[in-house]
């Protein structure tokens, strides 16, 4: 994926604006004390809006300490924790890509998208969902997607249909044994995330590709949403008929879509899975090449933090936010096939 002249100008400024912002050493340069610790200034992390980006802040205020403390016992003295959500995927990889940010939270999809400035440490691990099948109409029985107690690094997309009349239409073909037509899907309006988003677009597009021999970009009628807070909020008002999504989407969203989103039923019996990807990997936790404080050692004391910080009680408060439940120490090739996704679809928009 290129990146425009104008988006990387922006990044640029918006990183100039941030260092000149600092002291001579401020930001994330950091410097060694005569005790033999490193010291930073500010540690900069990033958060994907995977969720609603004002409870991404509130949840993820406790971590600050948390790093300070865990880092302090790697030999980091860390003055400032700067924590962050990005206006899209996109926009967190491009501020790790340019050293804006020093540490991000992001999809696998992402991660790939930017593995050439960015560098991976963790993967996720979540507990297991009880639903697993790669039959919709299994996932449409009008109850919560309950958990396990087994840890997993992958995770399968949903694509859900909501209560419009479309939606309830493309819903009872499904749950009475019928398969969907490309027509079917062309004719109802979809909320989509960015291109880097694994279930939010790179994965749909793969499950419309292995059905149909089409992609998202083939829709005649896409919203691009900026999280799956706005996906979902739409999804309620009837603004769309379709939204795409990771496996308990619908569990994140619950509350609000009676609370928040005006609807009066359960959004497990107002919604129904009508098709479901094949598994995806886990989320990362990835660094910038470009940070001027990471470095191998800085990997191995942040990669120990977190997994530590995973550990308490009051991390696990806080990577909750995500559906994490911990962490492991990853490999670029853990996401090749992530990478053979990306390809599939970059050959999809041109073409060829």
Known sequence: MKKSFWSKLAIGLSSLALLAGCSSNSGSESSQTQSGSKTIDTLKVAFVPSRDPETIVTTTEPLKELLKKELAKEGYDVKNVDITVGTSFDAVGEALASGSADVGFLPGGTYVLYDKEVDVLLTATRDNLL????????????KATERGKEQATSYKGLIIAGPTEKGKELAAKINSGQELTWDDLNSAKWGVLGTSSSSGYIYPTLWLQDKYGKGISDLQNVVQSDSYASSAARLASGQIDIMVGYADVRND????????????EDIFKETNVIGVTPDIYNDTISVSKASPIVDDAFKEAFSNAMMNIAKTDEGKEIIKIYSHKGYK???ASDYDKEREAQKLLKKLKSGN
Do not use: E, M
Request: hydrophobic share 15%; glycine share 8%.
């Open 131 to 142: 639903k697993d099948s790669s039959n919709p109409k299994d996932w449409n029985d009008g």
């Open 253 to 264: 969203y619950a509350k609000k879509w009676t609370s928040d989103y005006g609807r009066s």
């Open 329 to 331: 120490k990853a490999n």
